[in-house]
């Protein structure tokens, strides 16, 4: 995809190539219905740089970039009509904030590749050590992850803040064989960026979770999951980090069997001799997650 493109070659570009690259990652539904002479206006580039561009990317021209921009934003249209929402219609604006919560969740399925989340749980569940980087609101999403993993299937992960200055010592012992996880719903520079890049300096496997494809974290990370968050207010939303997060920790529990018997054994076990000092009925095997 055009996305992955760019972000593999966002390094090495120029500032007016790097220009069109944001644009093209953030703004691509506009973009989709601009040519290569609109789009060099609407930047303030020269359209051969709009045309080099594209070349750097492995394309024969801009047409062949654009037409690819047209097939996603063709992927991600939905025929539907929103009516205006008045601010004082609670509901209405109840539900125009789901909606855009699920055309975000949708945009997810649209753009993660299958490939790379194979990548990603493989990596994930052959560390030695995974490092869960994160502040601000995307903390939250974090800790849960973080806790499902090792509290669930007693795996090695920690979660790291960011913005602390003990980040540095906890990952002083990095080796090829960790991996650090950053995630961010910042697009702007951030701490989990440096500590991404800091772990790749030291060698271990990175993974981003980042609201774009060019967004700092996404730019440091080895395996990038783009997770984009836009609400109707501007405020950054969890929601789409908290799904992939929990999807991916489905996907690892469903492969991990043996983890799984051995915490739903060792639960039962526990639960029910709290339940019988209680006095009270036991429970069964197969009511046993439900507890949680």
Known sequence: MFQEKIAQHYAQLGRNQKKIADFLT??????AFMNAFALSQRLGVDPATVTRFAQRLGYAGYPELLREIQAT???????????????????GLFLQ??????????????????DTITEVVAALRAARNLYVVAQGLAKN????????????????????AAEQ?????????????DVVMGVSLSALHDDTAEMLRLARHRGAQTIGLAASHTSPTASNANL?????????TGIPSVAIVTAVLT??????ALQETERMGDLKAGL??????????????????EDILRQL
């Open 97 to 114: 904030a789901l909606a855009q919560e699920k055309e975000n969740l949708e945009r997810a399925m649209t753009h993660i590749r299958g």
């Open 224 to 232: 990038v999951l783009v997770c984009s968050g836009e609400t109707t």
């Open 247 to 252: 999807a991916l920790v489905q996907v690892i």
């Open 165 to 177: 200055l003990g980040a540095p010592m906890l990952l002083s012992t990095l080796t090829e064989e």
């Open 26 to 31: 953030q703004q691509y539904h506009e973009a």
């Open 141 to 160: 999403p974090a800790q849960s992850f973080v806790f499902y993993l090792r509290g669930l299937l007693g795996m090695p992960a920690q979660l790291v």
């Open 268 to 285: 039962l076990e526990n639960l029910n001799w709290l339940l019988e000092e209680k006095g009270e009925k036991r429970i069964q095997a």
């Open 73 to 91: 934003v063709k992927k991600e249209l939905r025929v539907a009509y929103q009516r205006p929402v008045d601010k004082d219609d609670e509901a």
